[in-house]
């Protein structure tokens, strides 16, 4: 495989031979990034510019035998030297000061701790010393990667995967069309992991710490210079800070750590952690790695096994700052899906947490301004399962209950994973009136078959008797964190009829489409067009889909499609109305995302026109930088960016 990460049994200093005083000395892994990536960017003066030096290159994106060691302080303001923008890099290094709102529901600033700063004070404690040797022992003797090709990090961490660092505000070249006005002044954010620390053992493609990748679009009629700017950021979790401190991995692997014997095993060593005070679980376990959400004046990094982080993008120059973790005023614990439905009309957002102990699913919304109501406990959720999305209509919330349930014990009883899939379950839908104070009036219905991971979008038909969900349907569904490969995704349209309990279910593609997005303004209500990203497999995106769910029914949907091309990948699109110079059709807009080109190493921004019958590219933007494979992107308006609270 292209860019296979270079390793063995293995110290850093065999890595880098003649080097070894400048190789990290806890690493037992190193990355070779992508062969793309040492090629030639196609303008030479948006290239990072690198220091002649012995050391090992400080980025990813930089080099071809690259080690991603942790963004320490001097090497962040390394990189910011080299870049050739040095007005944008002073007032981004400014902007992250920026101080923190003292409103009722502002994020919560980490508290100082008062552990030792550097690694090799921190290697000094004994405690700390004795975890570290323990989880030696279980990744090498018990646990090793190489067992499980999904959670070796050789293989998850290869080509466009491996991570980069960060990336301080730097212009880049519109090379291709114009930007479109509706994009003006806005900036397109797109979330995904990008681990801090090489994985001391098992990592999965979900363990990621999150990293945002902000374009910042220049604003109509700027002037000066009226190149968009490009900032790559880590979410500064708990996790992150506590990790950035120590120097190396503290917290476990939630998705690949824990599993058999030897996820037992890291779970004693993890309880010794938490006792000696090496960490604190009550700080947050996220890693904030998988979307984003703008509300109540808020932008918000989630990952579902945390509360939301809110973040900011600063509309001057780019930057993005993390300003906390936040509860809304002690309202919300726990966690919370990374997919809530903002509602257009009304600017209501619903949401939910899941979770392994009683209830296992939690539903809330929040009003207008961010404020959030009462939760709404739902005891009918027998089994904890994987519930990722759901959707929301009018007057309902609809929920997924599909076959990737959690076990727990089923680790500790036999050796099991903590997740997996349950052929012998039955998928439901349950659907809740949206304000409900209690889940009294919750009806479920059996949609066999039917295991639906992310929405599409829902509404109501035939005067509220009969609700509509159109979703992706993982048809693989055992694959579906173990063989990422081997999944296929086809996008379906269930009808439940709420007065005689009938549900029907209508394929509208046999392609292998994830990633949906629809016009934001068309969220619950019936809507025509479906946007979806070509799994190749996910979330690598070989191309984009137009659905037309008009023509349910009437056999495969496709509407208009675009293929990136040989060795080209993107990530999920995102759809961005046209409010500007469109006529106001559903489909009046434009597509954006982020595409990486394996064979040249060449990243680009790139705009499609969602109307035309091939989705033209209308605009592309050279990018300095790789922006890895990731998860879901958010385009944040010109006005929203203006009007983020402190
Ligand atoms: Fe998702």
New binding site residues.
């Given amino acids: 495989m292209e860019g296979a990460l270079a390793t063995s049994n293995f110290c850093v200093p065999d890595l880098y031979p003649g080097n070894a005083a400048h190789a990290p000395r806890s690493r037992r892994l190193s990355y070779i990034s992508p062969a793309a990536s040492s090629a030639a960017p196609q303008n030479p003066s948006h290239r990072r510019k690198k220091k002649s030096t012995s050391s090992p290159p400080p980025s990813a994106a930089a080099s071809a035998t690259v080690l991603t060691s942790p963004p320490k302080q001097i090497e962040q303001q390394q990189v910011q030297e080299e870049h050739s923008d040095a007005a944008v890099t002073r007032i981004a290094t400014t902007a992250r000061t920026a101080r923190i709102s003292s409103e009722p529901d502002a994020p919560r600033k980490l508290p100082p701790r008062s552990r030792p700063r550097a690694r090799a004070a921190a290697a000094a404690s004994l405690p700390v010393a004795f975890c570290n040797a323990l989880e030696e022992a279980i990744n090498t003797f018990v646990d090793p990667p190489a067992l499980r090709p999904s959670v070796d990090p050789r293989h998850v961490l290869s080509a466009n995967f491996a991570p980069v660092d960060e990336l301080p505000p730097t212009r880049c070249p519109v090379v291709r069309g114009a930007i479109p006005r509706c994009l003006a002044g806005g900036a397109y954010i797109r979330n995904g992991p990008n681990p801090q620390h090489l994985p001391r053992g098992p990592h999965h493609l979900f363990d990621g710490d999150g990293m945002l990748h902000s374009l910042l679009l220049p604003p109509e009629g700027s002037s000066g210079s009226s190149d968009p700017v490009l900032c790559s950021r880590y979410v500064q979790t708990y996790k992150y800070l506590l990790e950035r401190e120590a120097g190396e991995p503290v917290m476990p692997n939630v998705f690949s750590g824990f599993h058999g014997l030897a996820g037992m095993a890291r779970g004693a060593v993890t309880a010794a952690r938490v006792l000696t005070g090496q960490m604190n679980p009550v700080e947050g376990v996220g890693l904030a790695n998988?979307?984003l959400a703008v509300f109540g004046g808020r932008l918000y990094a989630l990952g579902e096994s945390d509360l939301p982080y809110a973040v900011r993008v600063d509309p001057a120059t780019g930057d993005v700052t993390t300003l906390g973790r936040c509860d809304f005023g002690g309202r919300l614990s726990m966690g919370m899906t990374?997919?809530p439905k903002k509602d257009p009309i009304t600017g209501e957002v619903f949401a939910f947490r899941y979770g392994p102990v009683p209830p296992f699913v939690t539903y809330f919304r929040f009003d207008p301004a961010g404020n959030k109501a009462a939760d709404v406990p739902i005891f009918s959720v027998k089994q904890p399962s994987f519930l990722?999305?759901f959707a929301v209509t009018e007057r309902y919330a609809i929920f997924p209950e599909i076959q990737i349930v959690m076990n727990p014990m089923g680790m500790v009883v036999g050796g099991g994973a903590p997740v997996g899939a349950d052929p012998s379950m039955v998928p439901r839908l349950g659907v809740l009136p949206r304000y409900a104070t209690d889940e009294s009036e919750m009806r479920w219905f059996e949609v066999p078959g039917f295991n639906m991971m992310?929405s599409v979008n829902a509404w109501e038909e035939r005067g509220g008797d009969e609700i509509v969900v159109v979703a992706p349907n993982v048809l693989s569904i055992e694959h579906a964190l173990d063989r990422m490969e081997l999944v296929h995704s086809s996008v379906e349209l269930v009808r439940i009829n709420l007065r005689t309990g009938n549900v029907s279910r209508t394929p509208l593609s046999a392609g292998n489409l994830d990633f949906p997005v629809i016009h934001p303004g068309c969220l619950g209500r019936r809507n025509r067009y479906g946007y979806f990203g070509v799994g190749d497999p996910m979330p690598k995106i070989a191309g984009v889909v137009k659905l037309d769910f008009d023509r349910a029914g009437h056999g495969d949907c496709t509407a208009a499609r675009r293929d990136f091309g040989p060795g080209c990948f993107a990530g999920e699109p995102f759809f961005v109305p046209d409010d500007v110079e469109g006529n106001g059709n559903e489909d009046d807009g434009y597509l954006v995302c982020y595409v990486h080109n394996e064979a040249t190493g060449d990243n680009r921004f790139v705009v499609m026109d969602a109307r035309s019958p091939e989705l033209d590219i209308v605009a592309e933007v050279q990018l300095p930088s790789r922006v890895p494979y990731g998860?879901?992107g958010l385009f944040v308006t010109q006005a929203e960016l203006r009007s983020q609270h402190q």
């Fill in positions: 998988t979307s990374a997919h990722h999305d992310h998860f879901h």
